[in-house]
């Protein structure tokens, strides 16, 4: 291709004028799905399961975001923090599934909230009992994540989406109160894809943010988290700052480095790539640094070895939405009539969160939803709202509405939301804890 220079603008020569450039339709599609997480896969997959014509983008090469990429290879948590299961629909199918395949791992339903010291020691040795006690054993799940990154694979093929690995969205072409498309950037081309309805599932709020919607940004420690194999049962440790959890498989362990001596001591804003350029080669050094020293002297891991770090730096937050309703800890045990799912709180008991379809929707566009940890939430609520579990709820319930929205012939922000609860329920999702007498009372 020809080069052609910019022109500078202004006296110093720091911006540059490109020529305009025109940019081919690569194609249209009814729903677009903006990154491949957790929150992506179930949106991408509960739309096309109710007939849309669905396309899902993603710049990496494989599906699940940070639960895969990122290594953070624990579902915290499918219950209430009371004893009740509050995750249904795709997540609870990915994890029988999953564990169906020996890839997943969970306290089985006669062990769960159930509070003998030796059952939750079990559990929280695979990485699933957080937060203050008095503990019990709560319904999370630890997971293979090659596994998830197959059955994503799968679920994506056999529902027809059409996907698009190595392509990230750039820009927004945005009309009005509409987003009609967004411009990709993949290896060979940059071209746009023209949509109905868009559905930002980047976990960075990447296409929000371009379409110039309102939002905060959080800044972040980074973290990354890594496997070790040949880990020997008595180098487990479930507290203190760096946590040994066996994972499914055998003798190998996931470390999570919470504090101490592998933290770093920066936040860094997580959209700007010089400073997450600095985080992954600051992080991985840490790691072979602590490690070479700790392994000397951690009983149980003499022999054992980094086998894998986190391709992907963990990023815990970064663009939160601010939508049609911003949630916070006041909502915490309180009910929406337009939730559109729930979710417990992996560091708390008894606490959850309704969900409402407000928090998904973009104010400035009435065809754009977020889903995911960029949903409109405040970074309190964020903590619970930003798991793995959470985002599979989010992202159901905003490919659900999508697909309707599709039928209808109108956009999302004018679906009546009683029609997708009912769709949701039927989805096997769970949009509030069961009231009345719990288990544990
Ligand atoms: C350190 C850490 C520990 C955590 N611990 C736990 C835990 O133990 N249990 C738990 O349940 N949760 C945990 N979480 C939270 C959880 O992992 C994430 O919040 C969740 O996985 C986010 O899912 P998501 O789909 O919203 O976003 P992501 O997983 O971030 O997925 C977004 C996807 O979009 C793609 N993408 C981004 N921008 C673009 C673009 N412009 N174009 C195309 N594609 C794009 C990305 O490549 C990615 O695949 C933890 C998070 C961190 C960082």
Redesign the pocket.
Known sequence: MAVILGQPVGPNDQTLRLPAQNVPVWHRTQVLV?????????AAVSAARLGAEVTL????G?????????L??????MDDGNGNTVIGGLCREVVERLTARGGASAPPLEERFREEPELVERWARK?LC?GKGPHHVRY?VAFDPEELIVLANELVVSSKIRILFH????DSIVEGRSLKG?V?QGRSRRAAIMADVVID????G??FS?AGAAHELQR?V??L?FRMGNVEDEAITTSGPLRIFRTVRHREALV?P?GGALALTKNIDPTDVEELTWAEIACREKIHEVMREHCKTHPGLEKAFISQIAP??????SRRLIGRRVLTTDDANTHFPDAIGCTGN?TKYREFYEIPYSCLLVSEFDNLLA?????SVNHAVHHAT???????V??EAAGAAAALAVQQGIAPAFLEVNQLREQLIRQGACLAPPLGPTKGE
């Open positions: 903006v990154g491949g997480g957790a929150a992506g896969l179930a983008l993603e710049r990496n494989y599906l699940g975001g940070l639960a895969t990429g990122g953070v290879i624990l579902l915290l948590t990485g957080w999370s392509t990230q969205a750039v967004v990709v599932t980047t976990g960075d990447d296409v371009l972040v980074p973290w988290w999570v919470w992907q730096l963990d990023i815990t937050e992996w889903a995911g940890r960029c949903i930003k798991e793995i579990p959470a985002c599979f989010t992202g």
